[in-house]
């Protein structure tokens, strides 16, 4: 990589550092380090917020979500509006004004504390897991640039990442957030740019071949829980994916606690209601665009170099000549593409577009042979679909950009993965070390345990990160972890607020919400969002059924 890019990078990592931990103040306590003292303003609070779901596996899982499948995947979002509107009068005053440090305090005192200790302990699963796989996203970035083994690439991230962590409270990871969210928009309106300018159809032409390809369907309206992204299930299942995110999630949670008042704590949460699903749009977008753009330049036959590297050396011939094939058929495919764009009048234009289709049909059969040919050298799956944005980067922008791209995947990984340690460490240490182990310790032991569980964390994290490449888009990953667990954690909150739910109830409707997404998860084919609805649905029936009776102890 050129020096210029290093030094974009180097420059933007030192700034970030060195600011985070100058705005590092007053973490001398537990208020300070894990609340900032409720000082964070309304807008800081907000782009925090969003920076940390918007990390760097949105910057490669979601653009090579956008190149393979289109803008289907925004209808994940379309309940978050209503969701943040819903957090505004219900959960983020509740929670702001109990003075807690946790989601999960303020279940022992509606409740019980093993019902707190339960749902602490499911969020620790679930965000420990889904801190591995944002961890992963920059791995394969840099995995990829330096030709490093995936192990190593995660622990360039994952240990500097710890030890700011450790350094900064809950005040220098926000302010990281907003640098991050700043860069990380810039960095796609370059690509953008980039792409229209390197394009040789205009614009109107780009759209019609995306279109051709269905990847500019937005809204699928087919009510069926087996289909992954549908306008109901985003609109229904991303509704409680939503409330169970931002409302009982401690990564979130813990930034609105920090606001300085409950209306700057609502109002941030209006940011995410009015700018993520556009941002999110356009992250899609980027996608899209580079899978226009590889109609008119020849892509890798194998996103993954690993692995087409493996390939080579292995199945050197067999490739050749399958590259061959593939060369070949990209020639024509090219040739029907700009005949699309070129068509005169419908008819012509029509018949242009069914060519370009069966050409487009068969360079994916040849790239499935590849695909298969990988998994058949390497005995894992290529997912390939990790690997298209930073190769497109890497081979396609011009200096510069390309320091740009990768510096805003590093601090976004950063910041998110910050956010995500931070919130760990608090649950671990307020949630069962200070409730369970030492409820007496001054501020300064408490710190030093936060700190201790914060390295335990990001090695936990380190190593999900080396195997969360192998399952998918990483997207999608993170969003299969959350909502395994998400909809029973939201159902023991809604139960919070029904006057005649008990602490027993609570704890047997967590177990049954928990049994039943496990049935459904493992054992159907039912979309994962919808494993959100399902969870707080049967937390709250059982919940309410079994909390007949006397009133427990603990809620008197």
Same mark, same amino acid.
């Given at each position: 990589?050129?020096?210029?890019?290093?030094?974009?990078?180097?420059?933007?990592?030192?700034?970030?550092?060195?600011?985070?931990?100058?705005?590092?103040?007053?973490?001398?306590?537990?208020?300070?380090?894990?609340?900032?003292?409720?000082?964070?303003?309304?807008?800081?609070?907000?782009?925090?917020?969003?920076?940390?779901?918007?990390?760097?596996?949105?910057?490669?899982?979601?653009?090579?979500?956008?190149?393979?499948?289109?803008?289907?995947?925004?209808?994940?979002?379309?309940?978050?509006?209503?969701?943040?509107?819903?957090?505004?009068?219900?959960?983020?005053?509740?929670?702001?004004?109990?003075?807690?440090?946790?989601?999960?305090?303020?279940?022992?005192?509606?409740?019980?504390?093993?019902?707190?200790?339960?749902?602490?302990?499911?969020?620790?699963?679930?965000?420990?897991?889904?801190?591995?796989?944002?961890?992963?996203?920059?791995?394969?970035?840099?995995?990829?640039?330096?030709?490093?083994?995936?192990?190593?690439?995660?622990?360039?991230?994952?240990?500097?990442?710890?030890?700011?962590?450790?350094?900064?409270?809950?005040?220098?990871?926000?302010?990281?957030?907003?640098?991050?969210?700043?860069?990380?928009?810039?960095?796609?309106?370059?690509?953008?740019?980039?792409?229209?300018?390197?394009?040789?159809?205009?614009?109107?032409?780009?759209?019609?071949?995306?279109?051709?390809?269905?990847?500019?369907?937005?809204?699928?309206?087919?009510?069926?829980?087996?289909?992954?992204?549908?306008?109901?299930?985003?609109?229904?299942?991303?509704?409680?994916?939503?409330?169970?995110?931002?409302?009982?999630?401690?990564?979130?949670?813990?930034?609105?606690?920090?606001?300085?008042?409950?209306?700057?704590?609502?109002?941030?949460?209006?940011?995410?209601?009015?700018?993520?699903?556009?941002?999110?749009?356009?992250?899609?977008?980027?996608?899209?665009?580079?899978?226009?753009?590889?109609?008119?330049?020849?892509?890798?036959?194998?996103?993954?170099?690993?692995?087409?590297?493996?390939?080579?050396?292995?199945?050197?011939?067999?490739?050749?000549?399958?590259?061959?094939?593939?060369?070949?058929?990209?020639?024509?495919?090219?040739?029907?593409?700009?005949?699309?764009?070129?068509?005169?009048?419908?008819?012509?234009?029509?018949?242009?577009?069914?060519?370009?289709?069966?050409?487009?049909?068969?360079?994916?059969?040849?790239?499935?042979?590849?695909?298969?040919?990988?998994?058949?050298?390497?005995?894992?799956?290529?997912?390939? $679909? &990790?690997?298209?944005?930073?190769?497109?980067? !890497?081979?396609?922008?011009? /200096? @510069?950009? %390309?320091?740009?791209?990768?510096? +805003?995947?590093?601090?976004?990984?950063?910041?998110?993965?910050?956010?995500?340690?931070?919130?760990?460490?608090?649950?671990?240490?307020?949630?069962?070390?200070?409730?369970?182990?030492?409820?007496?310790?001054?501020?300064?032991?408490?710190?030093?345990?936060?700190?201790?569980?914060?390295?335990?964390?990001?090695?936990?994290?380190?190593?999900?990160?080396?195997?969360?490449?192998?399952?998918?888009?990483?997207?999608?990953?993170?969003?299969?972890?959350?909502?395994?667990?998400?909809?029973?954690?939201?159902?023991?909150?809604?139960?919070?607020?029904?006057?005649?739910?008990?602490?027993?109830?609570?704890?047997?409707?967590?177990?049954?919400?928990?049994?039943?997404?496990?049935? $459904? &998860?493992?054992?159907?084919?039912?979309?994962? !969002?919808?494993?959100?609805? /399902? @969870?707080? %649905?049967?937390?709250?029936?059982? +919940?309410?059924?079994?909390?007949?009776?006397?009133?427990?102890?603990?809620?008197?």
């Amino acid at each position: 990589m050129h020096w210029i890019n290093w030094a974009i990078v180097v420059a933007y990592l030192t700034y970030v550092v060195v600011d985070g931990i100058r705005k590092s103040k007053d973490t001398n306590t537990i208020a300070g380090y894990f609340a900032a003292n409720k000082s964070l303003s309304w807008w800081v609070v907000g782009l925090s917020v969003m920076a940390t779901q918007l990390s760097a596996v949105t910057m490669i899982g979601t653009t090579g979500q956008g190149a393979t499948d289109g803008l289907r995947f925004v209808q994940l979002y379309f309940g978050l509006p209503l969701a943040m509107v819903i957090l505004g009068v219900t959960l983020v005053p509740l929670l702001h004004g109990s003075g807690v440090y946790t989601a999960y305090e303020y279940l022992e005192r509606r409740f019980d504390a093993k019902t707190r200790s339960f749902t602490a302990l499911l969020f620790l699963l679930s965000r420990g897991m889904s801190v591995g796989t944002i961890m992963a996203a920059p791995a394969v970035v840099f995995s990829a640039v330096f030709g490093i083994p995936l192990v190593w690439a995660v622990a360039l991230i994952g240990v500097p990442t710890v030890i700011y962590t450790m350094i900064g409270g809950v005040q220098a990871v926000a302010w990281a957030d907003v640098k991050q969210m700043v860069l990380i928009v810039v960095a796609l309106l370059s690509i953008m740019v980039v792409l229209l300018v390197q394009m040789p159809v205009n614009p109107h032409d780009a759209l019609q071949i995306a279109g051709s390809t269905g990847r500019l369907k937005t809204f699928d309206f087919r009510f069926d829980i087996n289909e992954q992204y549908t306008f109901w299930s985003g609109v229904i299942g991303g509704t409680f994916l939503m409330l169970s995110y931002f409302g009982t999630d401690q990564s979130q949670v813990q930034r609105y606690l920090a606001a300085r008042s409950v209306e700057q704590a609502k109002t941030s949460l209006l940011i995410s209601a009015y700018w993520k699903i556009p941002l999110q749009a356009l992250v899609l977008f980027v996608g899209v665009g580079v899978f226009v753009y590889y109609q008119f330049v020849q892509p890798p036959l194998l996103y993954n170099p690993a692995h087409e590297e493996a390939v080579m050396a292995e199945r050197g011939l067999a490739y050749d000549a399958l590259q061959s094939e593939y060369s070949a058929a990209f020639t024509l495919r090219e040739t029907a593409a700009l005949d699309v764009a070129d068509a005169s009048d419908d008819s012509s234009a029509a018949a242009a577009m069914e060519i370009f289709l069966a050409r487009e049909a068969d360079i994916q059969t040849i790239r499935g042979e590849a695909l298969a040919m990988a998994e058949e050298v390497t005995g894992e799956s290529s997912r390939d $679909v &990790n690997y298209i944005i930073p190769r497109f980067v !890497l081979n396609e922008l011009p /200096i @510069g950009l %390309v320091g740009l791209f990768i510096a +805003g995947v590093i601090a976004a990984a950063m910041s998110s993965i910050s956010s995500e340690l931070n919130s760990l460490a608090t649950t671990s240490v307020i949630d069962f070390y200070r409730r369970w182990v030492s409820p007496e310790a001054t501020d300064a032991h408490y710190l030093a345990v936060s700190r201790g569980a914060t390295v335990l964390w990001g090695v936990f994290a380190c190593v999900v990160a080396t195997y969360a490449v192998s399952l998918g888009s990483l997207i999608e990953v993170v969003n299969r972890f959350g909502s395994f667990f998400y909809g029973s954690i939201l159902g023991v909150f809604l139960l919070a607020m029904i006057p005649r739910a008990r602490g027993n109830g609570a704890f047997i409707g967590l177990i049954a919400g928990m049994t039943v997404v496990g049935v $459904v &998860n493992f054992g159907t084919d039912v979309a994962y !969002l919808w494993q959100n609805v /399902i @969870g707080a %649905v049967v937390v709250v029936a059982v +919940g309410v059924v079994f909390s007949g009776g006397a009133r427990d102890p603990a809620t008197s």
